[in-house]
């Protein structure tokens, strides 16, 4: 399954399969990237996190890829299961900016079927 | 090591009253972030200390809200008097140093204007 940027609030796929979250950012200047998994009633969880120079990160079953071409940013999920259930954010980090202020996308659901 | 911590997890008040939150950041952690989510929202940004120092207070909506960090530990942030639209959940963050490291995020609090 895979959605399309910011726009698609929900993904359904079936346990097993690979997820696909997308995210289109809005700062040509970011410097950071990073994904966050929000179950419901917990505060966000960091996933994995990416610099600007580089264009692929992988973690335990996730995969972040970066194109500044086209500023896109996707989190790839590896033989989903029911418990990757829950709201996945991305977020970005201003390079220009001396804080460490987070922009966050709106979020998308991800519901695994069993 | 404890995560984040923050109190309440839940305050229902009525619009014209105070609400106090707290959040206990990570053991250490000299960089402190408040964001909130707005119902069906992204998460916004708010501030950012650096110890007991405001590093970036851009997010602040306005003047009802302050936010405070004495001595460099937990923080507060008050919302004096309180309006419907501050309904939310409000998160707070904390890394270890500079505005490159990960974030981490507590449970946050969820806020319900009368």
């Known amino acids: 399954g895979e959605s399309v940027g910011l726009h698609l609030p929900t993904l359904s796929v079936q346990e097993g399969d690979n997820s696909i979250i997308n995210c289109a950012y809005s700062?040509?200047?970011?410097?950071?990237f990073i994904w966050y998994k929000q179950e419901s009633g917990k505060g966000p969880q960091f996933i994995i996190d990416?610099?600007?120079?580089?264009d692929k990160r992988q973690g335990q079953r996730v995969t972040v890829l970066l194109n500044k071409t086209v500023k896109h940013l996707s989190l790839q999920i590896a033989a989903t299961q029911p418990g990757d259930s829950a709201v996945y954010f991305c977020?970005?980090?201003?390079?220009?900016?001396?804080?460490?202020?987070?922009?966050f996308g709106q979020g998308t659901t991800l519901q695994v079927k069993p | 090591e404890a995560g984040v911590t923050q109190f309440p997890s839940h305050s229902v008040i009525e619009k014209g009253q105070t609400v106090t939150l707290r959040c206990d950041p990570i053991s250490g952690h000299d960089n402190l972030y408040w964001y909130r989510r707005v119902m069906g929202k992204e998460i916004k940004f708010l501030l950012h200390f650096v110890k007991e120092s405001k590093q970036d207070e851009s997010g602040m909506p306005n003047n009802r809200f302050l936010a405070e960090r004495t001595g460099g530990t937990y923080s507060t942030l008050k919302v004096q008097p309180a309006e419907l639209e501050d309904s939310g959940v409000y998160f707070c963050a904390s890394s270890k140093r500079g505005r490159t490291d990960t974030q981490y995020f507590g449970p946050g609090t969820r806020l319900t204007v009368l």
């Open positions: 700062n040509s200047a970011s410097d950071y």
């Open positions: 990416i610099r600007s120079n580089m």
């Open positions: 977020a970005e980090r201003y390079g220009s900016s001396n804080t460490g202020k987070l922009i």
